[in-house]
């Protein structure tokens, strides 16, 4: 019974040695973190990525036409590697800035068209919404410097309802 307590207590001690020799230090070259292994996708000092619509402080009733402008490249099929091309995505209701060395999250606000498509038909509730468009490379990450639009809000209205009317 003592020996079984010695012997546990002795690989309790043992085993922050163990998980550290697991792990190789950093040493000249290499870094304890991981790095993106290859370097970002540059684009035109010129880009401009805008909507064409909705605008700025529109009022609208959804489903709606958005329609993405660019200046100064081309647009294209995600994965496709040719100099200053990208694919669009559309950020709903993002507040937080994008990592310009990660890919752009795809989810229900990073909206992805990776089809090379120029415009979409959105369906938003009702209330205030900001948009912004962001091109990304091959491997959806940002161009650098990053190639973004200005960031719009909208305003979804509700739907009309029709009224009944009554019969005599």
């Known amino acids: 019974m003592i020996l079984a307590r010695h012997l546990i207590a002795a690989a309790a001690a043992l085993l922050p040695l163990a998980a550290a020799a697991q ?4 040493h000249p070259g ?3 973190e991981p790095q993106n292994p290859l370097p970002p996708t540059p684009a035109p000092a010129d880009a401009k990525l805008y ?3 909705p605008v700025d402080g529109a009022r609208i009733r959804g489903p709606f036409v958005v329609q993405f402008g660019l200046r100064g490249m081309g647009v294209t099929q995600a994965g496709v590697t ?3 091309t990208g694919h669009h995505h559309l950020l709903v209701n993002v507040k937080t800035p994008l990592d310009p060395n990660e890919p752009i999250p795809a989810d ?3 909206i992805h068209f990776g089809g090379g498509q120029t415009e979409t038909r959105l369906d938003l509730p009702p209330g205030r919404h900001t948009l912004q468009l962001v091109l990304g490379d091959a491997l959806h990450r940002p161009f650098q410097p990053i190639v973004a639009s200005e960031r719009i809000e909208i305003v979804v209205l509700r739907p009309v309802t029709k009224k009944k009317r009554r019969r005599l």
């Open 23 to 26: 792990t190789p230090p950093p």
């Open 30 to 32: 290499h870094t304890a």
């Open 51 to 53: 909507f064409i619509a």
């Open 82 to 84: 040719t100099p200053n």
């Open 108 to 110: 229900k606000n990073h």
